[in-house]
Structures are given as C-alpha cells and as structure tokens.
C-alpha cells in the first residue's frame, strides 16, 4: 500500500505514493483501537445511566482522527468501501454486539439508541481495518482478481458470523 498524501510515522515522513511501513500501522492501530473501542464500548453499555456528552466526545473525537489517518493511509476509494461495507454490516453488527451483551444478561433494547453510536462506529472503523489487513497480507491490494477474491471471501466469511450468530439466538 502506498501513502495518498505525506504523513509522518515514528519521526519518518512518507511521501505520497511511497510504501506505507504495514510491520507498524496495523499493530499500532489494532491495538490503539481496541483500547479506544473497548473503553467506548464499556461507557456505552457498563453503567444504567451513561453521560452522552461524554461518551460522544471521547469516541467521537477518536473516531474523526481515525477517519483523518484513514484517509491519509488508505485513500478516498477504500474508505468509501468502508461506508459501503458499514451499511451492509448493520445487522451484523447488531447481532454481534447483541451477542456480547447477552454474555452479561443486557440487551440492546436496554439502552438508548443514541448509546448505540459509538460502539457501532468503532466496530465499522476495526472491521474495516480488518479487511485492509488482510487485502496487504494476502498480496490482494493491487492485484485486481485477487483482490475481488479476498473480498468475496471477506464478506462470506462476515456472513457465515452472523449466521452463527443469528442461528445461536
């Protein structure tokens, strides 16, 4: 993957069009979103009575830095896929996050809907970055015929989750 505009990681500028150091984006961003996405997530759903304005401020600003760096890593095209992907992805997401808090006896329906935002928005951005890995660790990204394989495989394999999922209810 190259670099749609100069950015700068670990003191190095990489230049629009250069190779992207993958070894470091997406260990750092799996691990910075999933401390981001899990603490979004335990505000959301671990108390009766969650504070809006500041469940909204802290995912919310952390989601438009992660759209900025999308953009700058990914480009315009692949994070429209990712919108697209988020609007197919509704019922997945709803059926896995209502899996995870029936672990803990909740429902979706317990909360507001406006509690839903943030956690929805952090699993778009994961699954997204999830698809990315996997089109740079499978040689996908810029080979054409590949690329529309492992995207094929990506959304069965999405599929046959919620599927689970769905059946287990």
Same mark, same amino acid.
């Given at each position: 993957?190259?670099?749609?505009?100069?950015?700068?990681?670990?003191?190095?500028?990489?230049?629009?069009?250069?190779?992207?150091?993958?070894?470091?984006?997406?260990?750092?961003?799996?691990?910075?979103?999933?401390?981001?996405?899990?603490?979004?997530?335990?505000?959301?759903?671990?108390?009766?009575?969650?504070? !809006? &304005?500041? /469940?909204?401020?802290?995912?919310?600003?952390?989601?438009?830095?992660? @759209? %900025?760096?999308? +953009?700058?890593?990914? =480009?315009?095209?692949?994070?429209?896929?990712?919108?697209?992907?988020?609007?197919?992805?509704?019922?997945?997401?709803?059926?896995?996050?209502?899996?995870?808090?029936?672990?803990?006896?909740?429902?979706?329906?317990?909360?507001?809907?406006?509690?839903?935002?943030?956690?929805?928005?952090?699993?778009?951005?994961?699954?997204?970055?999830?698809?990315?890995? !996997? &089109?740079? /660790?499978?040689?996908?990204?810029?080979?054409?015929?590949?690329?529309? @394989? %492992?995207?094929? +495989?990506?959304?069965? =394999?999405?599929?046959?989750?919620?599927?689970?999922?769905?059946?287990?209810?």
């Amino acid at each position: 993957m190259r670099a749609t505009r100069d950015i700068t990681i670990n003191g190095k500028v990489v230049r629009q069009g250069e190779p992207m150091p993958m070894l470091f984006i997406y260990p750092f961003f799996l691990v910075h979103m999933g401390m981001f996405g899990l603490s979004g997530f335990l505000m959301a759903y671990a108390a009766d009575d969650v504070e !809006l &304005l500041f /469940l909204y401020l802290h995912g919310g600003i952390a989601i438009f830095v992660y @759209l %900025v760096f999308y +953009l700058a890593i990914f =480009g315009r095209d692949e994070v429209k896929w990712m919108l697209i992907n988020a609007g197919l992805g509704l019922l997945g997401i709803w059926l896995e996050i209502e899996t995870i808090l029936s672990w803990f006896g909740k429902e979706l329906g317990d909360y507001s809907p406006w509690v839903h935002v943030t956690p929805f928005l952090y699993y778009i951005l994961y699954t997204f970055l999830l698809r990315q890995m !996997l &089109l740079d /660790l499978t040689g996908s990204r810029d080979r054409p015929g590949r690329k529309r @394989l %492992v995207e094929m +495989l990506y959304v069965l =394999g999405s599929l046959a989750v919620y599927g689970g999922l769905w059946l287990s209810r």
